[in-house]
C-alpha cells in the first residue's frame, strides 16, 4: 500500500506555455537506460512486452502527469470493433431463432443431429479401407464420380453399410463410442482384423450419426426407412428417398447455424483480448497520475489495476473499486491543499455504478453461461435459450458502450484537475522492506501492551 505520508515532490512550477492547454501534456521521457540501445522486436511491440519492460523501469522513477488521449482513442476504436461483432452475434442468434421457430410452425419440435456428418464419412471411409482393404478405398467418396483411384465411381453404399455391420463395429449407445464385439475372438485375431477392443473406433461415431438421422426423422414424421436408406442418400448424388434427403438438410443447416454463432462468439473473444490492451494500460495510466494529480493514499496501486482484472472472484468487485478511487482521485472539484481530502469529498459519477452493474452481470449472464442454465432438450425450448442468448447479446453491448463513456469522463476530468495543478514532478515511495514491516507491527503490538500493563498497575 502506499504510504499516505509521502508528499510528491515539486521539481517546477506550473507554465501554462509548457502545458499547451488541457489536451497537451508534457512529453514524457524516455525510461530506457542510456546503456540500452536496443529496439523491441515486432513480437515485443505486438504483445506489448516492451510496455511492460518500460514500465517495469520506471515504476520508482520520478514523473509526471501523462495524458491518456491517445490510449482513449485505442480503446475507443477497439471496443467499437468488439460491440459490432456482438451485434453481429446478436443478429446471428435472432436469425437462428426464427429458423428455429420456422421449422416448429411446420411441426418439427425435435432438435436435429448436431453432428458434422460429412467429415465422420470421411472417418468411416479411412476405417473402411483400413480394416477391408484396397477393395475399400472407394468407400463413402461422398460423391459418385469417377477418379484415378476409383474409376467407377463410389462403391456401392450398401455393400459399405453390410461391412460395417458384419465387422461388429456398431457402437453400443451414442455416449460412448467403443465398439461392441459381436463374438469372443482372441486377442492376436483381433489385432489382425484391426478391432481394437480397448480403442473407439471411428466409424462407430458415422454409423450412429446415421442411426440419430433416422430416430429424428421417425419423430418428426419423415418417411426414412432404414440406415442404409441414410447412407445412400448421403453419399449419392441422386437418392432414391427424399425424406432422408430433407433429414439431413434440416441437420446440416442446424449445425451450420450452431456454428456460426459459435465462430462470431470466438472472434469477439479474441477481439476482448484485443481491447484489454488499451484498456488495461489506461487504466494503469490514469492510476499513476494521481499522484501528479495531488491526489495520495491510493489503496489500489497502478499495478493492481490491472492484475485485479485477472483473479478470480476479486475480479468480480475489485475492478468497480478501482474506478471509483481513480474517479475521487481526479475530481477536479477536490481542493489540492490537502493530499488525501479527495477520499472524503471525492465524487463517483453514477456512471461508475452502472458499469460495474453490467460487469458483474456480464460475467454471469453471457453466451457461455446461458447454454448451460438452459438445458434445451426440444426446439420450442432452444428458442426460450436463444432469447436470453439475445438479451446476454444486448447486454455485453451496453457494457461496452457504457464503458467507453465511463473512461472518457475519467480522462476528461484527469485533464481538468491537471490544467488546474499544472506541472510537477513526483517521485513514487519506494516499497517497504516486509521485514522492517513486520517489525515495527511487533514493536506497536509490544507497545499497546505495555500500555495496557501499566493501566492495570494503576
Given at each position: 500500500m502506499r504510504d499516505s505520508d509521502s508528499t510528491p515532490t515539486s521539481n517546477q512550477e506550473s507554465d501554462p506555455e509548457r502545458t499547451g492547454g488541457i489536451y497537451a501534456p508534457p512529453r514524457r521521457r524516455s525510461v530506457r537506460r542510456d546503456s540500452d540501445d536496443s529496439k523491441p522486436g515486432i513480437f515485443s511491440r505486438l504483445t506489448g512486452r516492451h510496455r511492460l519492460d518500460e514500465i517495469r523501469e520506471a515504476r520508482y522513477e520520478p514523473y509526471t502527469y501523462e495524458s491518456n488521449e491517445q490510449n482513449l482513442k485505442w480503446t475507443a476504436i477497439a471496443m467499437g470493433v468488439w460491440c459490432l461483432a456482438i451485434v453481429w452475434l446478436a443478429l446471428t442468434d435472432f436469425s437462428n431463432?426464427?429458423?428455429?421457430?420456422?421449422?416448429?410452425?411446420?411441426?418439427?419440435?425435435?432438435?436435429?443431429?448436431?453432428?458434422?456428418?460429412?467429415?465422420?464419412?470421411?472417418?468411416?471411409?479411412?476405417?473402411?479401407?483400413?480394416?477391408?482393404?484396397?477393395?475399400?478405398?472407394?468407400?463413402?467418396?461422398?460423391?459418385?464420380?469417377?477418379?484415378?483411384?476409383?474409376?467407377?465411381?463410389?462403391?456401392?453404399?450398401?455393400l459399405v453399410s453390410d461391412?460395417?455391420?458384419?465387422?461388429?463395429?456398431?457402437?453400443?449407445?451414442?455416449?460412448?463410442?467403443?465398439p461392441e464385439i459381436v463374438e469372443?475372438?482372441?486377442?492376436?485375431?483381433?489385432?489382425?482384423?484391426?478391432?481394437?477392443?480397448?480403442?473407439?473406433?471411428?466409424?462407430?461415431?458415422?454409423?450412429?450419426?446415421?442411426?440419430?438421422?433416422?430416430?429424428?426423422?421417425?419423430?418428426?414424421?419423415?418417411?426414412?426407412?432404414?440406415?442404409d436408406a441414410i447412407v445412400n442418400s448421403i453419399?449419392?448424388?441422386?437418392?432414391?428417398?427424399?425424406?432422408?434427403?430433407?433429414?439431413?438438410?434440416?441437420?446440416?443447416?442446424?449445425?451450420?447455424?450452431?456454428?456460426?454463432s459459435r465462430l462470431i462468439w470466438l472472434l469477439s473473444i479474441f477481439l476482448i483480448?484485443?481491447?484489454?490492451?488499451?484498456?488495461?494500460?489506461?487504466?494503469?495510466?490514469?492510476?499513476?497520475?494521481?499522484?501528479?494529480?495531488?491526489?495520495?493514499?491510493?489503496?489500489?496501486?497502478?499495478?493492481?489495476?490491472?492484475?485485479?482484472?485477472?483473479?478470480?472472484?476479486?475480479?468480480?468487485?475489485r475492478p468497480g473499486q478501482v474506478l471509483s478511487e481513480l474517479y475521487k482521485g481526479s475530481d477536479p472539484d477536490v481542493t489540492t491543499d490537502e493530499p488525501t481530502a479527495w477520499k472524503s469529498a471525492g465524487k463517483v459519477r453514477v456512471i461508475v455504478y452502472l458499469w460495474w452493474i453490467l460487469w458483474v452481470a456480464g460475467w454471469i449472464f453471457n453466451p457461455i453461461t446461458v447454454p448451460r442454465f438452459v438445458n434445451a432438450q426440444t426446439l420450442p425450448e432452444l428458442i426460450d435459450a436463444n432469447d436470453l442468448l439475445i438479451l446476454s447479446d444486448v447486454l455485453l453491448i451496453f457494457l461496452g458502450i457504457v464503458a467507453l463513456l465511463m473512461l472518457r469522463q475519467l480522462h476528461v476530468w484527469q485533464e481538468m484537475r491537471f490544467s488546474r495543478i499544472g506541472l510537477i514532478t513526483v517521485t513514487p515511495p519506494l516499497p517497504e522492506d516486509p521485514l522492517a514491516v513486520a517489525l515495527r507491527q511487533q514493536e506497536e503490538k509490544q507497545r499497546q501492551k505495555d500500555e495496557k500493563d501499566k493501566r492495570r498497575g494503576r
Open positions: 431463432s426464427n429458423r428455429y421457430q420456422d421449422w416448429v410452425d411446420d411441426g418439427i419440435t425435435d432438435i436435429p443431429p448436431t453432428a458434422d456428418i460429412g467429415q465422420q464419412i470421411e472417418s468411416a471411409r479411412a476405417y473402411a479401407q483400413r480394416v477391408g482393404g484396397e477393395e475399400f478405398r472407394c468407400a463413402f467418396l461422398g460423391l459418385s464420380v469417377s477418379s484415378d483411384e476409383c474409376p467407377n465411381g463410389e462403391m456401392d453404399a450398401i461391412f460395417v455391420e458384419d465387422s461388429g463395429a456398431i457402437c453400443a449407445n451414442t455416449e460412448e463410442y467403443t469372443e475372438v482372441p486377442d492376436d485375431e483381433a489385432v489382425t482384423t484391426g478391432l481394437q477392443t480397448s480403442e473407439p473406433v471411428t466409424i462407430c461415431t458415422a454409423v450412429w450419426s446415421s442411426y440419430a438421422l433416422l430416430t429424428f426423422a421417425e419423430q418428426v414424421g419423415l418417411d426414412c426407412p432404414s440406415v453419399s449419392s448424388t441422386v437418392s432414391e428417398y427424399p425424406d432422408c434427403d430433407a433429414a439431413f438438410s434440416y441437420a446440416e443447416d442446424f449445425q451450420a447455424s450452431q456454428d456460426r483480448v484485443v481491447v484489454a490492451f488499451p484498456y488495461l494500460s489506461l487504466l494503469h495510466r490514469a492510476s499513476r497520475n494521481l499522484l501528479p494529480l495531488k491526489s495520495e493514499g491510493q489503496k489500489h496501486l497502478p499495478e493492481w489495476s490491472v492484475l485485479h482484472h485477472f483473479i478470480p472472484i476479486c475480479n468480480f468487485f
